[in-house]
């Protein structure tokens, strides 16, 4: 009878955490938000805003490449899956914060990718920011002086992003990393909303 009784009871917490997992999953995103998402990005030719690294290391597509959404994955931290240059599918972990919402993943994929040709966002930063840093975003330039969310258009969100305010000053550091070069860093550092000084 104590075996039995043992038994039922491993069953029971077994069945109970299968449970909390599943409510988990519908508490980080409901069904038709999922649905929603797939709807909304799966088909989607889209341009690389950083770098995409395969989760299972079959390789890295490059910034401002040409790739089309074949696949999201929105349980645990969060995946997407393109198809990219030689029709080669990457896998990219999003690294999501948990619980995870429409807004966290659509903000994630915003991050991620450009959904407007080269071209057309070149003509749209030109009305927005001048030649001179339009032509800079286009290449993927930096210069002192430039405003930080044109900065960021140039060379995508950073790996990590530090900041402190000092007599009312804010002085951002951004650090870019490339799993292809592990020593080398990039560097941006900005002072009240301007880049200050960077480094390639």
Known sequence: MGKRTCLFALILIVVLAGCKVIDNIRKDIPIHDMDSLKDHYSGRTAWTRSLLIDSKGGGIIDRDTKVMIVGLDMHWSGAV????????????HLNLERPITKEIFEEKMGRLFWFKKPEYRYRMNLRRYGKKTAKAIFNHEIFKGMKRQAALESWGYPDEM?????????????IFKDPRQQTKKRYVWLRDGLVDKYEE
């Open 162 to 174: 530090k900041s402190t305010e000092l007599g009312g000053v804010l002085e951002e550091q951004w």
């Open 81 to 92: 899956t393109v198809k990219g240059p030689g029709r080669k599918r990457i896998r990219h």
